[in-house]
């Protein structure tokens, strides 16, 4: 039996949250045995976060800026080639010391907001008659998402299709308008439009294009006139827990998968060979990208005008059939 039957069998047993929650055990721990570890040197060190302040401020992030945020606190955690004095902490508080960081960057006046979707599977998710539930599902999104979004002071999404968590001035009012966005999670009522449409900006924090989620926005604000089909024929009906505590269904379209590992950063690179839309920063062994969401919206508009997708076979990474 294959090692992904096997997990997908375990997974069945124990049910989809515990199984995620063992995963985030096991990411601790081993992250946290990692710090006793004499041999940390041969994957890196942690990223002072003074360092990682000053490539965001570079990069043109400061006060009052809103900012949708993708970040890899791994990538961070391992970036740096020598020892720099924080070989003894862990993932989890170097994940919050970041935060306390961006919030700090930002000011009052600013919004963050990260993804923190909980659904791995979202066709079998609504099929087995799950429940989404804002208050307690865990991000899949990485650590520094998952300790934003336990903070006391930040506002989440009840919309269990990429769910988002945001803290700051526009935090309340994107986060409630999101529940609207239906039958298209991505539509012009969700956070995503909205920070395209307020002047915000996205910041790749160690983390790749392959994890930018705004590349999906036309996607869904553009389905009628998209270069090719994407979306099963009939949304699929979501369970979730709205602000009230009650159990609600949330019908939405669901992508027919078609993503090949590498095609978001191909057409990345299209984008800013044609565009120049992003603006990059070195950092140890990883890198800080940011850009304008407007901008980059406006150039993924134009190539669909153009009959240009991200999913297009030219953007497959050779050696991908």
Same mark, same amino acid.
């Given at each position: 039996?294959?090692?992904?039957? /096997?997990?997908?069998?375990?997974?069945?047993? /124990?049910?989809?949250?515990?199984?995620?929650?063992?995963?985030?055990?096991?990411?601790?721990?081993? &992250?946290?045995?990692?710090?006793?570890?004499?041999?940390?040197?041969?994957?890196?060190?942690?990223?002072?976060?003074?360092?990682?302040?000053?490539?965001?401020?570079?990069?043109? /992030?400061?006060?009052?800026?809103?900012?949708?945020?993708?970040?890899?606190?791994?990538?961070?955690?391992?970036?740096?080639?020598?020892?720099?004095?924080?070989?003894?902490?862990?993932?989890?508080?170097?994940?919050?010391?970041? /935060?306390?960081?961006?919030?700090?960057?930002?000011?009052?006046?600013?919004?963050?907001?990260?993804?923190?979707?909980?659904?791995?599977?979202?066709?079998?998710?609504?099929?087995?008659?799950?429940?989404?539930?804002?208050?307690?599902?865990?991000?899949?999104?990485?650590?520094? &998402?998952?300790?934003?979004?336990?903070?006391?002071?930040?506002?989440?999404?009840?919309?269990?299709?990429?769910?988002?968590?945001?803290?700051?001035?526009?935090?309340?009012?994107?986060?409630? &308008?999101?529940?609207?966005?239906?039958?298209?999670?991505?539509?012009?009522?969700?956070?995503?439009?909205?920070?395209?449409?307020?002047?915000?900006?996205?910041?790749?924090?160690?983390?790749?294009?392959?994890?930018?989620?705004?590349?999906?926005?036309?996607?869904?604000?553009?389905?009628?006139?998209?270069?090719?089909?994407?979306?099963?024929?009939?949304?699929?009906?979501?369970?979730?827990?709205?602000?009230?505590?009650?159990?609600?269904?949330?019908?939405?379209?669901?992508?027919?998968?078609?993503?090949?590992?590498?095609?978001?950063?191909?057409?990345?690179?299209?984008?800013?060979?044609?565009?120049?839309?992003?603006?990059?920063?070195?950092?140890?062994?990883?890198?800080?990208?940011?850009?304008?969401?407007?901008?980059?919206?406006?150039?993924?508009?134009?190539?669909?005008?153009?009959?240009?997708?991200?999913?297009?076979?030219?953007?497959?990474?050779?050696?991908?059939?």
């Amino acid at each position: 039996m294959k090692l992904d039957k /096997i997990k997908g069998l375990i997974k069945k047993i /124990i049910g989809r949250k515990n199984w995620y929650r063992a995963g985030l055990v096991y990411d601790c721990l081993f &992250s946290l045995a990692r710090t006793f570890d004499n041999k940390t040197s041969d994957k890196g060190f942690p990223v002072p976060v003074e360092e990682i302040r000053a490539a965001l401020v570079c990069l043109g /992030i400061g006060k009052g800026d809103r900012l949708v945020m993708h970040s890899s606190a791994k990538n961070l955690f391992e970036a740096a080639r020598e020892d720099t004095g924080l070989s003894q902490t862990n993932i989890v508080n170097y994940s919050r010391d970041i /935060i306390e960081m961006l919030l700090d960057l930002i000011g009052p006046e600013g919004t963050l907001m990260m993804n923190t979707d909980s659904i791995s599977n979202l066709k079998a998710f609504a099929l087995d008659g799950e429940v989404f539930d804002y208050r307690k599902d865990y991000s899949r999104r990485g650590w520094i &998402s998952e300790m934003f979004r336990r903070r006391p002071d930040v506002c989440r999404s009840v919309h269990p299709f990429y769910n988002v968590t945001a803290w700051g001035k526009d935090a309340a009012e994107m986060m409630e &308008s999101h529940e609207k966005s239906t039958p298209f999670t991505m539509d012009e009522n969700s956070p995503w439009f909205r920070m395209t449409c307020i002047g915000g900006k996205t910041v790749l924090l160690g983390a790749t294009f392959e994890q930018n989620s705004l590349l999906h926005l036309p996607e869904y604000t553009h389905a009628a006139v998209f270069p090719r089909p994407i979306f099963y024929h009939l949304p699929f009906n979501f369970k979730y827990i709205n602000r009230q505590g009650k159990e609600k269904v949330m019908p939405s379209m669901v992508q027919v998968n078609d993503y090949v590992e590498g095609m978001p950063t191909c057409f990345s690179l299209y984008l800013q060979s044609k565009y120049n839309l992003f603006k990059i920063k070195e950092l140890h062994r990883t890198q800080i990208t940011a850009y304008d969401c407007a901008e980059f919206y406006r150039a993924m508009v134009k190539e669909i005008e153009a009959g240009v997708c991200w999913y297009d076979s030219r953007f497959r990474p050779r050696g991908e059939a």
